[in-house]
């Protein structure tokens, strides 16, 4: 697969504002901080399609990316924020809650950890949310190049591990480099034809938990 075009088509901060479209949607996830923004300018080749800023958090609506008018990539908000307020984390959750469980065109999601560090509970839950709901997935990890080659094997083992999903299935990516981005295309087109990327089949079973509400 190769990007030829992409644009922002809206970005929806409640159900009423999701575009109607018929387009498949693969959604990206992962906490507010692990460079979901550089990422998508990385695999759509454009500078400034989504922003990037220097606080986390910046993401409060669902930002819906038309792809070569074949299918919507959606950029939801990061989770982890500690300075986001109860009700915002609760206004999140229910807007996470409606989307994957009555978005029909949602067809996988890629779940952004950070390849410098552990999962966190965040995003533990966030797999297990996606196991609940039965989403196929891929993971990536971000921010390769700040992490050692001779530690990347490690870490990636590290990341299967926590998120019980095989080595294969972790893909590392940089948005520096542009390393694994190859790989992304691939593991997208994957889930767009149904099939699933090297890995198990795993969901969430609430996006409250993963933002430590109970």
């Known amino acids: 697969m190769e990007i030829k075009e992409a644009e922002l088509v809206v970005s929806a901060p409640s159900k009423?504002?999701?575009p109607e479209s018929e387009l498949l949607e693969i959604v990206l996830a992962g906490r507010s901080n692990v460079g979901k923004s550089s990422l998508i300018n990385t695999l759509c080749g454009r500078k400034a399609l989504a922003y990037v800023g220097n606080t986390p958090g910046k993401t409060r609506l669902l930002n819906f990316f038309d792809i070569d008018h074949r299918f919507m990539l959606v950029d939801v908000p990061g989770y982890g924020f500690a300075n986001a307020s109860k009700q915002m984390l609760i206004q999140f959750g229910e807007m996470m809650e409606d989307y994957f469980s009555s978005r029909s065109q949602l067809k996988?999601?890629?779940l952004l950890v950070d390849l410098r560090h552990a999962p966190t509970e965040?995003?533990?839950g966030m797999a297990e949310y996606a196991r609940y709901y039965e989403i196929p997935?891929?993971?990536v990890a971000t921010k390769m190049d700040?992490?050692?080659?001779?530690?990347?094997?490690?870490?990636?083992?590290?990341?299967?591990?926590a998120l019980t999903c095989s080595q294969e299935a972790v893909i590392p990516?940089?948005?520096?480099t542009k390393q694994g981005r190859e790989e992304l295309l691939e593991a997208i087109e994957a889930l767009l034809n149904n099939k699933e990327p090297e890995s198990e089949r795993f969901g969430l079973f609430?996006?409250?938990k993963a933002?430590?509400?109970?």
């Open 173 to 176: 990516f940089s948005a520096m």
């Open 206 to 208: 609430s996006y409250f």
């Open 122 to 124: 965040d995003d533990i």
């Open 146 to 161: 700040k992490v050692p080659r001779s530690q990347q094997s490690r870490q990636i083992k590290l990341i299967a591990e």
């Open 137 to 139: 997935f891929a993971v």
């Open 16 to 18: 009423a504002h999701w």
């Open 211 to 214: 933002l430590g509400i109970h």
């Open 108 to 110: 996988g999601l890629v």
